[in-house]
DNA sequence: GAGGTACGGTAATGGTCGTTACCGGATTTG
DNA sequence: CAAATCCGGTAACGACCATTACCGTACCTC
């Protein structure tokens, strides 16, 4: 899909205006003109590099998806349960709150009924390598003993909603800005917490 | 704000062919005319009584905020803690999983940087409420020695996010329909259980 | 050093769309 | 019945914008 091209210093101009713009303002409220105005450069080099607004816009997620969702997250060597999920769920945290994060999961949002599929390869590059690992560290988790018997899809959809909470949701509509370090952490553990114990008094 | 105008059968059917056409394309992609062609009327119509293209879709948003999250969903009286959490986890799923509903936010996040104001009166109007709720249910529970100790409006937004877990973004970006009633209640029951007691084994 | 190609700048084209103006008929009002 | 108001239909206006064409210059090749 992807031909290894060498680095080429007018598309990487592009594609951060592009990125710039289009996550803070939308894609139909940027205009190619305004693309050009930040990253110097003619109409004339998007259109031979992508061919229209639009590839310019796709090229622009999926690169974003693979380059944001890629760094590792997702599968380093286990610790123990505990950890594993304390750390995932700071990282996702970290991740999914990031100002471009948010920008792009909301031009994704807004234009997933006009590109369904563009939605679609999104959510299955970045989210969902999150959400299948952690769905088999639960499943070896559940076979050692350490959790309950469990649907692991199910379960692991559970904890990234609970890891996200209803914080994501605010900064998604605008309400918060990027979460602090101290915040992270504290929502982070307070997730793991709840899904391995939850909120009834053992014993 | 509103005033309790009587009602308009061309308001109405403005508003309903607005809110078909705004809500499965977005805003920029609904002309004026495409709302006329649907609604019948003439563009006078709108601009008298909204005054534009945005007035109206402001109104849309502010009215069926309030519709859809108005039905008496939030704050029934308590049954116990357990079945309050279930017959609140359906009822979110049901509306929050509905098409219209989920229409209504992604439109509201595709324009939530230009509109910043309609976001977040959006976000009071609608799931705030429900949050603000859970809040108090957990609150007493915590009281009563039900569960643990805790911060209720951290552990309702817990129990939000894991109410909606993956699923909910999924559709959100329009990857799936919605979900048939036994998978509500699914879901919705694993959520209670999960937020209640853990995955760990107890004892 | 000559010829050609690549590229930035700008203008032109064609279409869409929000908004306003105009027209004719229907309905209401005195 | 006459006058005025309302409203639907249509056209006009002006702006914006994606896309393409044109032009001049700089660099690269031979």
């Known amino acids: 899909m992807t031909e290894p091209s060498p680095p080429d210093p007018r598309r990487a101009a592009l594609m951060s205006a592009a990125a710039d713009l289009f996550f803070e303002r939308g894609y139909a409220a940027t205009s190619i003109d305004a693309i050009i105005d930040r990253a110097g450069g003619s109409k004339r080099t998007i259109y031979a590099l992508f061919g229209s607004k639009e590839g310019l816009f796709e ?54 009924g006009r590109l369904p599929e563009l939605a679609a390869s999104f959510y299955r590059l970045g989210p969902e390598r999150g959400r299948a690992w952690i769905a088999q560290v639960l499943e070896r988790a559940a076979a050692r003993g350490e959790i309950l018997p469990c649907e692991p899809d199910l379960a692991a959809g559970q904890f990234l909603g609970l890891v996200r ?23 982070a553990d307070a997730a793991v917490d709840t899904f391995l114990d939850g909120m009834r008094p053992r014993g």
Chains 1, 2 share one sequence.
């Open 59 to 112: 090229a622009l997620v999926r690169e974003n998806t693979e380059r944001m969702f890629g760094a590792a997250l997702f599968g380093g060597e286990e610790l123990s349960l505990e950890a594993t999920l304390r750390d995932f769920a700071t990282h996702l945290l970290e991740l999914f709150t990031n100002e471009r994060t948010v920008g792009l999961y909301q031009v994704v949002v807004a234009e997933a």
């Open 165 to 187: 909470s209803d914080v994501y949701y605010e900064i998604v509509l605008g309400l918060r800005g990027p979460l602090s370090d101290a915040e992270i952490r504290h929502i």
